[in-house]
T-cell receptor, first 112, second 116 residues
Framework: GDSVTQTEGQVALSEEDFLTIHCNYS??????LFWYVQYPGEGPQFLFR?????EKGSSRGFEATYDKGTTSFHLRKASVQESDSAVYYC???????????FGKGTHLHVLP | GALVYQYPRRTICKSGTSMRMECQAV??????VAWYRQSPQKTFELIAL?????????EQNFTQEKFPISHPNLSFSSMTVLNAYLEDRGLYLC????????????FGEGSKLTVL
């Protein structure tokens, strides 16, 4: 069935390191793809989206490019900060069922 | 901006009792509300999708008998966890959207349920 797979577990980096969190999807057609971020004690927040091949989404220094060939939407940031520590979720929108399917989340720890 | 408030933020209840949680959209009309449960491991389970003036659609493993939902207007939804047991523990999140045909959800901070 339709699903999203992302880098599992925790990622620990130092400030100013480069970040990549992998995300691959399995779905038919052209699902819209999303990244959400959840800070401690808060609900998830929409980060950005992309809905067609080669489209790049970006926000707050984070970016990801929709790649239909590799069915990927990897999250990248050139230089992370301690304040980026949070759980990041890749998601896609199932247009047939009107529901948003989330990955399992990747916990980013940025050390000062 | 679009804001979603959830109440209560946390509840502790005894096994077999029930808990009602509310979701209020402020600054926009929530044509559709998705209720999720987030486990301590941070994974999401979709419970149901509620659209005003349409039937509420529950996911497999979740039923109306256990998780009745009300969505009477474009700014408010509520869900009750009936006869809560340990496996019902988690953070219940309400994700509201302005239009049905979009995956952009506005989430509240969640209602955390602890069952003793």
């Amino acid at each position: 069935g339709d699903s999203v797979t992302q880098t599992e577990g925790q990622v620990a980096l130092s400030e100013e390191d480069f970040l990549t969190i992998h995300c691959n999807y399995s779905a038919s057609g052209y699902p819209a793809l999303f990244w959400y971020v959840q800070y401690p004690g808060e609900g998830p927040q929409f980060l950005f989206r992309a809905s067609r091949d080669k489209e790049k989404g970006s926000s707050r220094g984070f970016e990801a490019t929709y790649d239909k060939g590799t069915t990927s939407f990897h999250l990248r940031k050139a230089s992370v900060q301690e304040s980026d520590s949070a759980v990041y979720y890749c998601a896609f929108y199932d247009t047939n069922a009107y529901k948003v399917i989330f990955g399992k989340g990747t916990h980013l720890h940025v050390l000062p | 901006g679009a804001l979603v408030y959830q109440y209560p933020r946390r509840t502790i209840c005894k096994s077999g009792t029930s808990m009602r949680m509310e979701c209020q959209a402020v600054g926009f009309q929530a044509t559709s509300v998705a209720w999720y449960r987030q486990s301590p491991q941070k994974t999401f389970e979709l419970i149901a999708l509620s659209t005003v003036n349409s039937a509420i659609k529950y996911e497999q493993n979740f039923t109306q008998e256990k998780f009745p939902i009300s969505h009477p207007n474009l700014s408010f939804s509520s869900m009750t966890v009936l006869n809560a047991y340990l496996e019902d523990r988690g953070l219940y999140l309400c994700g509201a959207r302005k239009e049905l045909n979009t995956g952009q959800l506005y989430f509240g901070e969640g209602s955390k349920l602890t069952v003793l």
